[in-house]
C-alpha cells in the first residue's frame, strides 16, 4: 500500500491562518453559545500554532510561499 503524498502550496504558518480567519468569520455569523465558543477557541488555537511554527523555524530561513 502506498502512501498518498500531497505537495503543500502554502506555508503552514499562512495554512493556519488561513483557518483561524475562516473560523472565525464562521463564528460571527453563528448565534452566542457553545459552538460559537468552539469556533472561536479552535481559531485562536489555529493563530497559536501559527506563531509557534515561526518561532520554531531557524533564524535566517525565509517563509516558504
Known sequence: MQRRRFKQT???EIRLGDQ???LRKEAQGTY???ER???IQRARQAETAAQMADW???SGTPAQK
Open 10 to 12: 502554502d506555508s503552514l
Open 20 to 22: 483561524a480567519e475562516r
Open 32 to 34: 452566542p453559545g457553545v
Open 37 to 39: 465558543e468552539r469556533l
Open 56 to 58: 520554531l523555524r531557524p
